[in-house]
């Protein structure tokens, strides 16, 4: 039988393919860089945050969790950037409203195709640039269970 993970529900969780690739200052090596979600280490590399893009402030990356593989998943693609990979209730920015990936009109279904999918935890729930979207982390509160529901970024 299939592990099929706890993101290929319509909740609202924040998963991401591993593939997916978002820019990260990376602190060993003193760079900013692109990785693979599945590649990123916390401690060493920061997310860029959109909400204090004004102050150029990335944001630690308190954990990565690996959430197994997800059936429901969305692929995004903007000119000039690789394609990032969403489950089809992860939350990101459309037109200044926070919407889930199903719900985005350039996502696209991905048919037959089970992705591997991890959690970005940072402190707050934080939107984060990946791949010119503006997506959802998951806040460490809910994470470890202390709130009922994913945060909903602020913008």
């Given at each position: ?97 926070i919407v889930k990936a199903r719900d985005h009109p350039e996502g696209k279904r991905l048919r ?23 997506v959802a982390t998951e806040s460490i509160d809910h994470h470890l269970g202390l709130t009922a ?7």
């Amino acid at each position: 039988m299939n592990h099929l993970s706890r993101c290929d529900n319509s909740d609202g969780s924040h998963c991401i393919g591993g593939e997916s690739l978002i820019k990260v200052y990376d602190e060993e090596i003193d760079q900013v860089v692109e990785k693979k979600v599945c590649e990123l280490v916390p401690g060493r590399h920061m997310l860029w945050s959109v909400a204090q893009s004004s102050t150029n402030q990335y944001i630690e990356l308190l954990g990565i969790q690996y959430s197994g593989r997800a059936l429901r998943v969305y692929r995004f693609q903007s000119p000039d950037h690789a394609p990032i990979l969403l489950t089809s209730g992860h939350k990101l920015l459309h037109q200044g409203k926070i919407v889930k990936a199903r719900d985005h009109p350039e996502g696209k279904r991905l048919r037959d195709r089970e992705v591997h999918v991890y959690n970005l935890i940072t402190s707050n729930g934080d939107l984060v640039l990946m791949s010119g979207f503006q997506v959802a982390t998951e806040s460490i509160d809910h994470h470890l269970g202390l709130t009922a529901h994913p945060s909903l970024p602020s913008i």
